[in-house]
């Protein structure tokens, strides 16, 4: 029923998984698999003690699951198979015992209460097995043959390939209800409901996007962890991406200090970061928990969160090369001429709050956007999309077939009033050249370790220009952004995103 | 003009699952736009365009485009939409940003600019109709921006001229509502469509960080604008007889004014009743951090005018008040004394005359001295001299007047910018400088060689 090539993987992570525990030394075994559904070699261990520290944080905290593969026509019993896993640590599976054909029997009447299937097999399963299991994962025989399709595809699969196959994956399987999982982690849940916001958008074109519009680079990233420490390291080449578990010679617990530098001479990279996996999970199961679409309050209060993991360098994560924007002679010499650039003190307390009520008064509270992105270059019109908000929050992105009116077309003006026609209404329209944005992306996110204040400078000047930015029809914030000289927008604009004092 | 209590009215309401098929539904239930439109005729459509905010400040251009489409299909000639704005923003200015005119110049229809001395009266007589299409919001004053608010102009929040002495407490309210109604008396609106579709609660009728959109999906119509706005009222809860529009025009025995006078046609009234979040009416219970409200009597200008700058200060000086630290707002007539004497703001004028003995305009501090004769004694005495306290008094230079009744409130924004300094208060300094460029757009342009 499964593929092979997924199965094999399956069966070499259940056997690790039971050795370990009979094994003194685990970390020694040096077994190498499959991350599921991926290409992406790692030490078994490695996987063991990853799943063992997400799981229960994404998934579930309890133990004992039971899988059932249902079909997708509607017969007596629609289950095809399943299986119980007994599990001591959550998320860590074992040999599973397979169930008889009719030991469970479900109908598609049964699938409209799933609270009620959940006792019912929970227990018919203690009654046949003495196993009482606290969560029930149904795939619909759709869903396994899709995973089986990827998976067969995964050998000759780029990274990009593979990612977005994945991506659709995820995508369908959530969108048309193939995996079923009670009780519903709040991860499903949340990602049911962003799905729901996607409308036709797939995550995979979204994917696409922005690895296009990223430079090409060569980074690595250590996550630290109080039970794990990897390094992953990822680089975007002309062709494809690469994303491979890297080692250093060095152990563990040598200095970070050495450890950074030795890494990035060792793989030739241009940067590395070490990051704090426990914040990092801690901040995405926030995330998770989040309702969606998500309110302005609760968007304020993650965007809070997120800045403030942003100005703590040297606690939640630090870079080499560090970035020289944290040099003291640098930020002297940039405060001698006026400009307080201290990341360390980015308002995070104050910008999250200050954006939603600047967004909310010049674009309102239920406004329809849409995005074009310009390929100046090719003069076209790449891709674009419709945003719609309701009270501050992002409700709905929808693709809008470019071909029909603005095909080549680059006046707002005349974009404006022909859509505005088709479209029952239409607030604004956003005009962004990708050139723009793969500058901003590189000279700001990814070359921030360098200080290069005149390529910086430039970047902005180039978004003053309507060639590369515009909007029609204009508010209040876009105007003073083109009236003002860039010096006074910089001075206008940094004590709002600087502190002055530290709280 | 004067109806009699024996008249009945019909008063729409509708509600669909769009804006747009609301709209159509109340017109059908109305008896078609043909009703109100004859060949030929020349309508004249008050919208609400208050500041080049985005929606629901000002009437939404789906409903403005649905009914000039109407009108133009009915025969109507020429269609202009006219506004006052509210918060001292030229028409002209807005249009610039928003760009209406180029909106509903394709329609068949243009924004005239109700500006340099050309009212809303004057241009009526050049029309045949006159329709008044108005967004409903919770307003502090009116409980809800009704239609009936729509139709002249409220400028004050940027009125210089009304420095009274003895300003009587109610005289902003009674000469708004007098001007409100006069409209009516000697125009009546032919047909009145108040949009209740999206209502903005919580705080309005600007958008501010407590306001929320709900949506009830049902828009209000008829040819009678105070029936209209009484209905309005009912459906969100509010006793009409407790608004002042609906007392003044009570009093003046213009328009109807009684429920039982007014045939409902459409949804049912009682099961179609939505609840609303009212927007704060005390301002001492608008909570703005590290910012003492007290308030003493307050005439309805400078609470109008204080209702939109607190909300500004709550929505904009997240930061700023943070350095600031304390800071105290003393509104109108004999305000209590406030909690700290630091940086003391006097809303209006009677703020500041009221309090021109209040203890906070001195500063009293003590210190430990020792008088000379007390020195010399301690010399012969070989004692430790004795010392003294005294007490020193200076007036208070804390204080900032914000004058005015009411103060205007885009150079109030001003004075306190001023006042802190630009680094002390980043975000208002940027939100002053936001007012400025959308009132100063058309200038640029003309200078530029553009309008």
């Given at each position: 029923?499964?593929?092979?090539?997924?199965?094999?993987?399956?069966?070499?992570?259940?056997?690790?998984?039971?050795?370990?525990?009979?094994?003194?030394?685990?970390?020694?075994?040096?077994?190498?698999?499959?991350?599921?559904?991926?290409?992406?070699?790692?030490?078994?261990?490695?996987?063991?003690?990853?799943?063992?520290?997400?799981?229960?944080?994404?998934?579930?905290?309890?133990?004992?699951?039971?899988?059932?593969?249902?079909?997708?026509?509607?017969?007596?019993?629609?289950?095809?198979?399943?299986?119980?896993?007994?599990?001591?640590?959550?998320?860590?599976?074992?040999?599973?015992?397979?169930?008889?054909?009719?030991?469970?029997?479900?109908?598609?009447?049964?699938?409209?209460?799933?609270?009620?299937?959940?006792?019912?097999?929970?227990?018919?399963?203690?009654?046949?097995?003495?196993?009482?299991?606290?969560?029930?994962?149904?795939?619909?025989?759709?869903?396994?043959?899709?995973?089986?399709?990827?998976?067969?595809?995964?050998?000759?699969?780029?990274?990009?390939?593979?990612?977005?196959?994945?991506?659709?994956?995820?995508q369908k399987c959530i969108e048309k209800g193939l995996i079923i999982l009670y009780p519903e982690p709040e991860f499903l849940r949340f990602m049911r409901e962003l799905v729901s916001i996607f409308q036709d958008v797939k995550f995979s074109s979204i994917y696409n996007l922005i690895n296009n519009l990223c430079p090409s680079y060569k980074h690595a990233i250590k996550f630290n962890s109080k039970s794990i420490t990897f390094t992953l390291q990822v680089e975007k080449g002309d062709h494809d991406n690469v994303v491979k578990f890297i080692q250093s010679e060095l152990t563990p617990n040598e200095l970070e200090e050495f450890m950074l530098p030795k890494l990035r001479e060792d793989y030739k990279l241009e940067s590395v970061i070490s990051l704090d996996l426990d914040a990092a999970i801690s901040f995405l199961s926030e995330i998770f928990e989040l309702k969606v679409p998500i309110i302005a309050d609760q968007l304020k209060l993650l965007l809070q969160k997120f800045l403030f993991g942003l100005r703590s360098i040297e606690i939640y994560w630090k870079m080499y090369p560090r970035p020289k924007i944290y040099n003291v002679l640098i930020r002297y010499i940039l405060r001698l001429i006026g400009f307080n650039v201290n990341l360390r003190k980015l308002s995070h307390w104050n910008l999250p709050e200050f954006i939603i009520n600047l967004f909310n008064s010049n674009f309102g509270l239920n406004s329809k956007i849409l995005i074009l992105l310009t390929n100046n270059s090719h003069n076209r019109i790449q891709n674009a999309l419709q945003l719609q908000f309701l009270n501050g929050s992002l409700v709905k992105i929808s693709a809008v077939d470019k071909t029909n009116v603005f095909d080549n077309n680059f006046d707002l003006k005349e974009i404006y009033s022909q859509l505005v026609e088709s479209m029952e209404y239409l607030d604004f329209i956003f005009k962004i050249d990708i050139d723009l944005i793969k500058e901003f992306i590189e000279k700001y996110i990814f070359k921030i370790y360098a200080v290069t204040p005149l390529k910086q400078y430039k970047v902005l000047k180039m978004a003053k220009k309507s060639k590369y930015l515009e909007m029609y029809p204009s508010i209040p914030a876009y105007e003073l952004f083109k009236s003002k000289s860039l010096f006074s927008l910089l001075k206008l604009l940094l004590p709002i995103i600087i502190d002055k004092h530290e709280f | 003009m004067k109806k009699q209590e024996t008249d009945v009215v019909n008063v729409a309401i509708a509600k669909a699952d769009t804006p747009i098929n609301t709209y159509n539904m109340i017109i059908t239930l109305l008896g078609e736009m043909e009703h109100y439109v004859s060949k030929n005729d020349r309508i004249l459509i008050k919208i609400n365009l208050n500041t080049p905010n985005g929606f629901p400040v000002n009437t939404s251009l789906v409903l403005i485009k649905s009914i000039i489409k109407s009108c133009k299909k009915a025969g109507a000639s020429e269609i202009s939409l006219v506004s006052y704005s509210n918060m001292g923003v030229k028409i002209r200015n807005i249009d610039n940003l928003l760009k209406i005119n180029e909106i509903v110049n394709p329609l068949g229809a243009q924004l005239q600019f109700l500006e340099d001395g050309l009212e809303l009266l004057d241009l009526l007589q050049n029309y045949d109709k006159f329709f008044v299409i108005n967004q409903v919001n919770v307003d502090p004053l009116f409980d809800f921006t009704l239609s009936m608010m729509n139709s002249t102009k409220i400028n004050t929040l940027n009125s210089q001229d009304l420095m009274r002495q003895d300003l009587e407490s109610e005289f902003y309210m009674k000469e708004m509502v007098s001007k409100l109604l006069s409209l009516y008396e000697q125009r009546k609106p032919d047909l009145t469509i108040n949009d209740l579709y999206h209502v903005m609660e919580g705080a309005g009728p600007n958008i501010y960080k407590d306001s929320k959109l709900i949506e009830t999906k049902m828009m209000v119509g008829g040819t009678d604008s105070i029936a209209v706005d009484l209905i309005t009222l009912e459906l969100l809860n509010i006793d009409p007889l407790g608004n002042s529009l609906i007392l003044g025009a009570r009093e003046k025995n213009i328009g109807i004014t009684n429920i039982n006078n007014i045939n409902i046609i459409g949804e049912d009234l009682e099961k179609s009743k939505v609840n609303i979040n009212y927007c704060k009416k005390n301002l001492e219970d608008i909570t703005i951090h590290n910012c003492n409200i007290k308030t003493g009597s307050t005439c309805s200008g400078c609470y109008h005018v204080a209702y939109h700058l607190l909300n500004i200060m709550r929505t904009y000086m997240t930061k700023d008040l943070k350095y600031v630290a304390a800071q105290s707002v003393l509104i109108g007539k004999n305000p209590p004394e406030p909690d700290f004497k630091k940086d003391v703001v006097l809303f209006g004028n009677c703020a500041i005359k009221s309090t021109k003995n209040s203890s906070f305009r001195t500063i009293i501090t003590s210190k430990e001295v020792i008088p000379l004769t007390n020195k010399i004694k301690s010399i012969f005495n070989k004692k430790e001299p004795i010392k003294k306290l005294k007490t020193f008094e200076k007036a208070n230079k804390q204080i900032l007047n914000l004058p005015g009744c009411p103060p205007n409130l885009n150079s109030s924004i001003n004075l306190i910018s001023n006042y802190h300094g630009k680094q002390q208060v980043p975000n208002l300094y940027l939100y002053h400088n936001l007012i400025e460029t959308y009132n100063s757009i058309n200038n640029k342009k003309a200078n530029k060689g553009g309008i």
């Open positions: 029923m499964i593929n092979r090539f997924f199965k094999d993987n399956s069966e070499k992570i259940l056997r690790f998984n039971s050795n370990v525990e009979i094994n003194d030394k685990p970390e020694l075994l040096k077994e190498f698999v499959r991350i599921p559904l991926t290409p992406i070699q790692i030490d078994a261990f490695l996987l063991y003690k990853l799943t063992e520290l997400i799981y229960p944080k994404f998934i579930y905290d309890q133990q004992n699951i039971v899988d059932i593969i249902i079909s997708d026509f509607n017969i007596d019993n629609i289950v095809l198979e399943s299986n119980v896993y007994e599990t001591k640590i959550a998320g860590i599976l074992k040999k599973g015992i397979y169930l008889p054909k009719n030991s469970i029997s479900i109908t598609r009447k049964d699938l409209e209460n799933i609270e009620g299937l959940f006792k019912k097999i929970q227990d018919v399963i203690i009654k046949e097995n003495g196993i009482k299991v606290m969560s029930i994962c149904i795939f619909k025989k759709r869903g396994i043959d899709l995973i089986s399709t990827h998976c067969e595809n995964l050998k000759k699969l780029s990274f990009n390939g593979f990612m977005s196959s994945l991506l659709d994956l995820v | -």
